[in-house]
């Protein structure tokens, strides 16, 4: 069973730039696509990002694109979402999510949940 731990998360001004993990364990993560995906309060849980399992396939959202980057290394069993330039309107809970192989932006698709971290930005 593949479990998932974020972590990174905090209170950063705008313009600051924070980087998110995601720790698995139970299984390895050189199986799974990852995507983050982020949800404010009042709103809907949208996909932020996602990467393949070979890491050949990623995803934005546009209002992400240019400004968040998401990797992953395998060999550590850790995805990560670089986040710069940083806007008040990302304040969100950043959870990130696993399914085989395929990345997709729809949260549907994933089978396996981290527990969240919240991400402020404000002055």
């Known amino acids: 069973q593949l479990q998932l731990v974020e972590s990174g998360g905090g209170l950063v001004q705008p313009g600051g730039s924070l980087r998110l993990s995601c720790a698995a364990s139970?299984?390895?993560?050189?199986?799974?696509?990852i995507g983050w995906f982020r949800q404010a309060p009042g709103k809907e849980r949208e996909g932020v990002s996602s990467?393949?399992?070979?890491?050949?396939?990623?995803y934005y959202a546009d209002s992400v694109r240019g400004r968040f980057t998401i990797s992953r290394d395998n060999a550590k069993n850790t995805a990560y979402l670089q986040m710069n330039s940083l806007k008040p309107e990302d304040t969100a809970v950043y959870y990130c999510?696993?399914?085989?192989?395929?990345?997709?932006?729809?949260?549907?698709?994933?089978?396996?949940w981290g527990q969240g971290t919240q991400v402020t930005v404000s002055s």
């Open positions: 139970g299984s390895t993560l050189a199986r799974y696509a």
């Open positions: 990467i393949s399992s070979n890491s050949e396939t990623t």
């Open positions: 999510a696993a399914l085989p192989h395929i990345a997709t932006m729809n949260p549907l698709m994933y089978d396996y």
